[in-house]
């Protein structure tokens, strides 16, 4: 169960896009099409913004999407907005009913 | 509308035990699987235990299994995590946390977390 490997921070400048990598392996996000992206601001809980690796959940803006090669998700963040900024987690269905989640993102608008 | 809230947390001693509680609501709590969700200060969320709607199947990760209890009392509508042999690497927020309905693989709701601080 070790963590999915996450970069610690990625920037971007207003209406940029941005992309985040997630790899895992091939116990959890390489057998599984159930990887979800977390959103989470500081002192808040966090909320889901992409499921089953490309699913927004209603009231979720477009401009988030999610997409998955081999062991490696990604989210990506296009037309980058000040709200953005937060920390960014993804998270992995790896078998036997356990999950794994990334290390986490920080997400900065320059 | 779905709220979680959790209670119980505090500061205690290595070693020691502790019980966390989430209570559930704007929800059919016993059709739903929920979770623990943990986040050391400053650090990364880490998924703790699972409990299937009827209680009947549990899991755990491993830096948990054999210390933590999670349980659930369905007409009471609450979720219970029993922690022992507390050591400072707990330390952390404790959310509570459920999955959509048709038991997908995420969580669509969570709470505000309990805060849980084991130091000597």
Known sequence: ?110 | QVQLVESGGGVVQPGTSLRLSCTGSGFIFRTFDMYWVRQAPGKGLEWVAIVSHDGDKRFYSDSVKGRFAVSRDNPKNTLYLDMNSLTPDDTGLYYCAKDPPGGRYYFDSWGPGTLVTVSS
């Open chain 1, 1 to 110: 169960q070790s963590a999915l490997t996450q970069p610690a921070s990625v920037s971007g400048s207003p209406g940029q896009s941005i992309t985040i990598s997630c790899i895992g392996t091939t116990s959890d996000v390489g057998s599984f099409d159930l990887v979800s992206w977390y959103q989470q601001y500081p002192g808040k809980a966090p909320k889901v913004i992409i499921f089953d690796v490309t699913q927004r959940p209603s009231g979720v803006s477009d401009r988030f999407s999610g997409s998955k090669s081999g062991n490696t998700a990604s989210l990506t963040i296009s037309g980058l907005q000040a709200e953005d900024e937060a920390d960014y987690y993804c998270c992995s269905y790896a078998g036997s009913s356990t999950f794994v989640f990334g290390l986490g993102t920080t997400v900065t608008v320059l």
